[in-house]
């Protein structure tokens, strides 16, 4: 799965949005005000970082060697995805689907119904 059609796949979360607070090679995904994805290059390998549950954390980067700790960020709730092809496009957007809805029920009720109503 190509980064382009990732980063659209993202924004197709409800509220989802692109932001640059990092600059303009990283695209960070917020739904309201939190970060649920970033995609940036590094050294030529398209790195797709994600909110994920400590416990799956693990069992992916047992599972896959292309699935490290976030890279700068919190080890134990993020995963970075080097996508190089080794990761099935539906385990991919599995974990989309998964950070997203680990972000959103963390946001703050009034968000959560700003978001509801669209």
């Known amino acids: 799965m190509d980064s382009k059609k ?3 796949y993202c924004l197709t979360k409800k509220g989802a949005f692109e932001d640059y607070p990092f600059g303009p090679d ?3 995904v917020k739904v309201a005000t939190k970060i649920f994805a970033l ?3 590094r050294e030529g390998v398209v790195n797709l970082s994600l909110k994920c549950s400590p416990e799956l954390a ?4 047992c599972e896959y060697q ?3 700790p976030g890279y700068h960020l919190n080890k134990r709730h993020w995963n970075t995805l ?3 092809g080794s990761i099935p496009e539906t385990e991919i957007r599995s974990l989309i689907d998964h950070s997203y809805d680990l972000v959103a ?8 119904q700003k978001l509801i109503e669209g």
């Open 105 to 112: 029920k963390s946001l703050s009720r009034k968000e959560r």
């Open 66 to 68: 292309s699935i490290i």
């Open 6 to 8: 990732l980063f659209a």
């Open 26 to 28: 990283v695209i960070v």
């Open 82 to 84: 080097l996508l190089d």
């Open 58 to 61: 693990e069992i992916l980067r």
């Open 39 to 41: 995609l940036s290059n």
